[in-house]
């Protein structure tokens, strides 16, 4: 599944299927569940050529998204 990011370099939004969660993320309950952790991409940013890391809550998913 692709998910969004946005370069913190050049502010451009890109797409990517090549990331995982770092070790350390959680679910934290309450009136919604939500995921904590770190983003970590396993591509260049084709905006700046960098290796980001990102929080969670700064990744778009694409869940419903047609391309």
């Known amino acids: ?11 451009e939004l890109f797409a ?9 993320f959680s679910v934290v309950e309450g009136e919604q569940r939500k995921l904590e952790g770190m983003v970590q991409l396993h591509e260049s ?3 700046c050529g960098e ?3 990102f ?3 700064k990744v778009m998913c694409s869940y419903g998204k047609k391309e």
């Open 55 to 57: 929080p969670v809550d």
């Open 1 to 11: 599944m692709k998910l969004y990011f946005t370069c913190p370099k050049k502010n």
């Open 51 to 53: 290796l980001h890391l």
């Open 16 to 24: 990517s299927e090549h990331y995982s969660l770092t070790d350390g």
């Open 45 to 47: 940013c084709p905006h």
